[in-house]
């Protein structure tokens, strides 16, 4: 079993900035991936970012340049700068093993 407790959503404004984090508790390994996705009101949830073994990363295209995923040990965070309203949605941290391990979601708002 793996559990995942994430922290950081809130408001912020258009251009600034927030930091999520997720702990990531059971039985994972450095050679799980770790990763965030998102949904917004009404859409289906989408790939953010990812870090696999190695430290590799990849993210999606609306992201890249201004999210930045890290890992310490089993904490996966993500630095979102110059947020978009567009980027307003619940985040939800995961981690692969032989099924997906989801966090409860955290609320990102980007609105003046």
């Known amino acids: 079993q793996v559990q995942l407790v994430e922290s950081g959503g809130g408001l912020v404004q258009p251009g600034g900035s927030l930091r999520l984090s997720c702990a990531a508790s059971?039985?994972?390994?450095?050679?799980?991936?770790m990763g965030w996705y998102r949904q917004a009101p009404g859409k289906q949830r989408e790939f953010v970012a990812v870090?696999?073994?190695?430290?590799s990363t990849n993210y999606a295209d609306s992201v890249k340049g201004r999210f930045t995923i890290s890992r310490d040990k089993n904490t996966v965070s993500l630095q979102m700068n110059s947020l978009k309203p567009e980027d307003t949605a619940v985040y939800y941290c995961?981690?692969?093993?032989?099924?997906?391990?989801w966090g409860q979601g955290t609320q990102v708002t980007v609105s003046s």
């Open positions: 995961n981690v692969r093993t032989t099924i997906d391990y």
């Open positions: 059971g039985n994972i390994f450095s050679f799980n991936p």
């Open positions: 870090i696999a073994s190695g430290d």
